[in-house]
């Protein structure tokens, strides 16, 4: 069993910055951040191996959002930067044991509560 526990979220204007940080028991090989707006699936959106050497984002957030894993302090992170009005929602850091790091849910087997991030225009 592998516990995850979010935090760092918040309001924000537009044009603002948060960083998530995700607290774990371990980290497994994958590691992702997924978010689900109101009304919405929830969709991935930022991953990362192991050795973090190789990372993946959903292309709206892409050059915007970093995602980054200190496997000494057992936590992920998710540095979001130029934040919009449609990255309003909960984010969830989620863990995948195996070696597929894609965004595919069924191989996030772990899940933390989730942290609401709301930006406002």
């Known amino acids: 069993q592998v516990l995850l526990v979010e935090s760092g979220g918040g309001s924000v204007q537009a044009g603002g910055s948060l960083r998530l940080s995700c607290a774990a028991s371990e980290l497994t090989y994958c590691m992702g951040w997924f978010r689900q707006a109101p009304g919405k699936e929830r969709e991935g959106v930022a991953s990362?191996?192991?050795?973090?050497?190789?990372?993946y984002y959903v292309d709206s957030v892409k050059g915007r959002f970093t995602i980054s894993r200190d496997n000494d302090k057992n936590t992920l992170y998710l540095q979001m930067n130029s934040l919009k009005p449609e990255d309003t929602a909960v984010y969830y850091c989620?863990?995948?044991?195996?070696?597929?790091?894609?965004?595919?849910?069924?191989?996030?087997?772990?899940w933390g509560q989730g942290t609401q991030v709301t930006v406002s225009s």
């Open positions: 989620a863990a995948n044991p195996f070696l597929d790091c894609t965004f595919a849910l069924y191989l996030y087997k772990y």
């Open positions: 990362i191996t192991g050795s973090g050497t190789a990372t």
